[in-house]
């Protein structure tokens, strides 16, 4: 098995996204990997709403790491979601990217794009995708 040096987990704050963080976690744990935990914040909403960005980095900087003895690096970027992950995991020569999908479909999709899926069509090194839990309403 090729060792991981560097992983890249990209989150936007879920449930769903969290439980990737605990997966990448482990990942980096088992490989004694550096991980690299981005977030990325829309544009416009960076430039509009007064103090966001100190919001997300407060955010980013609350995310529980299971293992204390683990290289973490905290990231907060702006930009598109899909090109500022590419971006950096290029820039930081990653070996894997993990993140989850939301599982859009239909207009939701047109409009906003598939995150996960330009990562997965566009990235340099592999990527391991988590599906979010779908509610069944019971």
Excluded: W, Y
Aim: net charge neutral; charged share 25%.
């Amino acid at each position: 098995m090729v060792r991981m040096r560097t992983i890249l987990h990209a989150t936007d704050f879920s449930e769903p996204s969290n439980h990737a963080l605990s997966l990448a976690c482990s990942l980096a744990r088992e490989q004694r990997a550096r991980l690299i935990v981005l977030h990325v914040m829309p544009a416009a909403l960076a430039r509009e709403k007064e103090g966001f960005g100190e919001d997300m980095r407060a955010e980013l900087d609350r995310l529980a790491i299971p293992d204390v003895n683990l290289h973490v690096e905290r990231r907060l970027v702006e930009g598109d979601p899909a090109t500022q992950i590419l971006q950096a995991a290029n820039e930081s020569d990653c070996d894997l990217i993990v993140l989850v999908t939301h599982g859009r479909s239909g207009l939701s999709r047109l409009i906003m794009g598939s995150v996960a899926e330009q990562v997965v069509r566009l990235a340099r090194c592999p990527v391991l995708t988590l599906k979010a839990p779908t509610s069944t309403g019971s």
